[in-house]
């Protein structure tokens, strides 16, 4: 069974559910039903399922899961260091520097990296800018200081030139 599309002159095309048989070695078709009137959505479902794959319903968000870790590592990591006394040693309970510290320990066992991917992956905020607000140039001239005070050779920002042979 399969769902022919049926093209019309200056109509739209006729969606025909059809069935295919053989009488006398001939390949026959018979159509089962006018579906012309069906949604395109409803229409391609069927074709779907007539397909051998399986429908969602439209109220139903479908999603792809694009990575899936096990529980039972963090779990046997942050146990291990319980266990040990670590988190008795790192501070007492409710302290938040002492589960932060835990927690970079823990991450680390489970995907050695830098400390600074560990504590951005504890606490992601953008980065700052390079030449922005928050650099130490404008930190410097919200001062009384000067850059050539605290021992800047070039008070002025860098340049934006592209190459030595840009103007």
Excluded at 155 to 164: M, V, Y
């Amino acid at each position: 069974m399969y769902i022919e599309s049926v093209p019309n002159r200056n109509s739209p095309p006729a969606i025909l559910p059809r069935e295919s048989y053989r009488e006398n070695g001939k390949v026959r078709k018979r159509t089962l039903c006018n579906l012309s009137d069906w949604p395109a959505a409803q229409v391609e479902g069927l074709r779907g399922v007539l397909k051998g794959g399986t429908v969602i319903a439209p109220d139903r968000d479908a999603f792809t899961v694009t990575r899936s870790l096990p529980h039972s590592h963090a779990a046997l990591a942050l146990g291990t260091a319980r266990k040990t006394g670590l988190d008795h040693i790192l501070g007492p309970d409710g302290n938040r520097c002492r589960d932060l510290v835990l927690a970079m320990i823990v991450a680390r066992i489970i995907d050695p990296g830098s400390k600074l991917a560990a504590a951005r992956a504890l606490h992601p905020r953008p980065p700052p800018p390079a030449w922005g607000p928050s650099s130490a140039w404008a930190r410097l001239t919200r001062t009384n200081s000067t850059p050539r005070s605290i021992g800047y050779a070039n008070a002025s920002p860098p340049s934006r030139r592209l190459s030595p042979n840009a103007t």
